[in-house]
């Protein structure tokens, strides 16, 4: 009776925390953060293209990686938006759901992998550092490409865990594993090798199992990854490009080789050690700045989870027998290892560490509470609820000092200011030839397409760059140099330039951080 009790106590506590979970990752995601992120927006508008026209920005039909900015992005998230534009339209909602789903998954995923690995406790604990991590709470409300990646590989992980009790389970590692390659450029390298890490340790603890389920689940990892090392072919001058009408290998103008060296392993490590610590890459979109990627100081019980970890992995290795906590360590070392050869590593770049790290710090928490519970009977209860005052402070920094904040950054309005300075500009007000003017830092060129729905032909037809490699002119808008971009008879530009603007002559109308400004040819 007492353990049908303590059960049910758990399955009460694991509903209550991924609720609060997923309810609080749902309010009003669509518009907070308010506006569109720059990648965000360029990944939304190669769904709309694909969707619409069936091929990229780049003319591409549905190629495996996008061009996008021409050092490219990850396709998976745009083509995961395509059933839902299909069904909400050229929305923000069906834009963020991929993004918003994952993260949710990824939820039930952490806790399904500590409950089998340790106990209900300690994975109570972690599900709720996940749910109420300003980092995973961030990357679940907008919608860049590399935000799906921690969730995919999460769960990828799990299910390889069971593939170790269960080998039929390795054929679902193996599809989100596959998935994950296309979700971020940096766990190319990653998956191949934590997978090999992970089947050696497997090996030498005589848990490893060769059966038609493993080599079924190869097949399907190489199967999923064969267009994305035809791509890497292709980009290193191996083979030409492919762009037949129902998959496409591109070649981009630019590779990102750039951002991996190994002249530096130590230097880089410690620039990823660094950003574990300060939890901030000086980006406003990628951290809470009052309160990091998982608040300020709670990270130090980190220490206590990998230790843990780390001493069931040399007694797991001693003794040749397989322990899946031990297994922990696996992705964690494999992303500061990735870390190593990162030059200029940011949040973005090394996200294969975060929820890693987010894990490691709950059962630290867990580690400490079991320990003063055996003198204080009540040490859980006011953790938790310590947990969740903290969750509380951030909910409010988030609703509203870094609501407004983000706004500005993004240009919240600027959707409603493009619709209306195309009216002016189809309008019998506007004289011959006019031009609608700004600067790229008011409406961004990925912005302007995902708001105006610009057919991929036009965009290429009319797109001129200057001479800086910046975009010049596109479609019936011109970019301008001046900062403040008040130019021509039409302009969009920042809402506090009103003033100057009538000053000019010019009638204006705000759209929340940007506005119209224009002059009557009548």
Known sequence: MLENFRQNKYRFLFLAIMLLGVISRGVLFWKIPGGINNDEAFGAYEAYALLN?????????????????????????????????AVIGKKILAVRLPS?????????????????????????????????????YMISRWSMDCNL??????????????????SKFYIISAVFYGLSLYAYITVLPY????????????????????DKYGIIAALVLFVTALPLMLFMAVNYGVIKPVNTAFISIPALSAMRGAEVSFEAPLWNLKKTIMLLVTQSDGVYSNAADKYGMYYK??????????????????????????????????????????????????????NSIHIPMIIFIGLGIYLFLNYVNQYFKYAYALGGAVLLFVFALFLRFYFTEYRINIANINNEGLEEAIEYAEELYLSEKTAPGTRIYTTRYAANYSKLLFYTGMPPAEYLATKVYQEDGQ????????????????????????????????????????????LVAYRQNA
């Open 191 to 210: 998956v191949p090798v934590l997978i090999l890490i992970m089947l050696i340790y497997l090996a030498v603890t005589r848990k490893l199992k060769i």
């Open 149 to 166: 990646a921690p969730g995919l590989l999460l769960i990828g992980f799990y299910f390889f865990i069971r593939g170790a009790e269960e």
């Open 471 to 514: 975009v010049k002119t596109l479609g019936h808008y011109e970019y301008v140099d001046d900062t403040e971009g008040i130019y021509g008879d039409i302009c969009i530009t920042y809402a506090e330039n009103e003033e100057k603007c009538r000053e000019m002559g010019y009638t204006t109308k705000v759209f929340d951080t940007v």
């Open 297 to 350: 100081l709670i990270p130090i019980f980190s220490v206590a989870g990998i230790i843990y970890c780390a001493v069931k992995l040399i007694k797991s290795i001693i003794k040749r027998e397989y322990d899946a906590a031990a297994m922990l360590l696996f992705p964690f070392g494999v992303s500061l290892l990735q870390g190593s050869i990162i030059i200029n590593v940011n949040i973005n770049r090394i």
């Open 53 to 85: 026209f069936g091929t990229d920005s780049a003319g591409y039909h549905f190629p495996v990686y996008l061009e996008t900015w021409g050092s490219g992005m990850s396709a998976l998230n745009s083509y995961l938006m395509l059933p839902f534009m």
């Open 100 to 136: 918003f789903i994952t993260a949710c998954a990824s939820l039930f995923a952490a806790h399904s992998l500590i409950k089998r690995m340790i106990n209900e406790r300690a994975a109570l604990i972690v599900l709720l550092m996940l749910a109420i991590s300003p980092y995973h």
